[in-house]
T-cell receptor, first 116, second 111 residues
Framework: DTGVSQDPRHKITKRGQNVTFRCDPI?????LYWYRQTLGQGPEFLTY????????KSRLLSDRFSAERPKGSFSTLEIQRTEQGDSAMYLC??????????????FGNGTRLTVT | KNEVEQSPQNLTAQEGEFITINCSYS?????LHWLQQHPGGGIVSLFM???GKKKHGRLIATINIQEKHSSLHITASHPRDSAVYIC?????????????FGKGTHLIIQP
C-alpha cells in the first residue's frame, strides 16, 4: 500500500491552456474524491466516484472541469481554458465504502496549480 | 448542503496544555471526520466517528449527534502537534457523498 498518489505535484500554466491531473488511489478503494483548496481555506468538494461511476458533482465544477475514472482505478481531472481563479491545490482522496458506510479518507499530497 | 463551523480559527498554546477544538454542523450526519493538515498540504485522517468518543494516543474526539457538535481534544500538547485541524461532514448528510470541510483551526504549540 503506497497510499494515494497524485501527479504532478506542481503545475504552472498560462491562462487559457488546458491541464490534466492524475490521481492513483489506494488499490482496493472503490471511492475516489476530488477536492480543491485555496490558501487559508478548508478543502471544497468537487466530485466523487464510486468505482467508475461519477455519482456527484459540486456546483463548483463548471463546464470547464471534467473528471473521469475509466476503469474504476486511477482518475483524471481536466481543466480546460484555465483561468487565474483556478489556481489552487487540487486534492484527491480515496476510501473503501459500501452503501451509506464509509471508511476514513486517505488523501494524496495534492497538485498545486498556478495559472499565470 | 451541510454547513460547518469550527472554533477557534487560530490557537496558540504552551507545550503541555490541554487543547480543545470545536466543530458544529447544520445537517444530521452519518459520520464526522477530523483531519490534520501540515504545512505543505498533506492531509491525514485522525478520526471518523458517528457517536460517542474515540481516543488515539493523546488525541480524543467526541461527538454529540443531537446537538450536532464535535470536539477534538489534545492532551499534553507538544510542538509537533502544530498543524491545521479540520472538521469535515458529509456534503448532504449521508455517508456516500463528498465532504464539506470547516475552514480549519490553526494550532501552534510553543515549547
Amino acid at each position: 500500500d503506497t497510499g494515494v498518489s497524485q501527479d504532478p505535484r506542481h503545475k504552472i500554466t498560462k491562462r487559457g491552456q488546458n491541464v490534466t491531473f492524475r490521481c492513483d488511489p489506494i488499490s482496493e478503494h472503490n471511492r475516489l474524491y476530488w477536492y480543491r483548496q485555496t490558501l487559508g481555506q478548508g478543502p471544497e468538494f468537487l466530485t466523487y466516484f464510486q468505482n467508475e461511476a461519477q455519482l456527484e458533482k459540486s456546483r463548483l465544477l463548471s463546464d470547464r472541469f471534467s473528471a473521469e475514472r475509466p476503469k474504476g482505478s486511477f482518475s483524471t481531472l481536466e481543466i480546460q481554458r484555465t483561468e487565474q481563479g483556478d489556481s489552487a491545490m487540487y486534492l484527491c482522496a480515496s476510501s473503501l465504502g459500501s452503501g451509506s458506510q464509509d471508511s476514513p479518507l486517505h488523501f494524496g499530497n495534492g497538485t498545486r496549480l498556478t495559472v499565470t | 448542503k451541510n454547513e460547518v463551523e469550527q472554533s477557534p480559527q487560530n490557537l496558540t498554546a504552551q507545550e503541555g496544555e490541554f487543547i480543545t477544538i470545536n466543530c458544529s454542523y447544520s445537517v444530521g450526519i452519518s459520520a464526522l471526520h477530523w483531519l490534520q493538515q501540515h504545512p505543505g498540504g498533506g492531509i491525514v485522517s485522525l478520526f471518523m466517528l458517528s457517536s460517542g468518543k474515540k481516543k488515539h494516543g493523546r488525541l480524543i474526539a467526541t461527538i454529540n449527534i443531537q446537538e450536532k457538535h464535535s470536539s477534538l481534544h489534545i492532551t499534553a500538547s507538544h510542538p509537533r502537534d502544530s498543524a491545521v485541524y479540520i472538521c469535515a461532514v458529509p456534503y448532504s448528510g449521508g455517508g456516500a457523498d463528498g465532504l464539506t470541510f470547516g475552514k480549519g483551526t490553526h494550532l501552534i504549540i510553543q515549547p
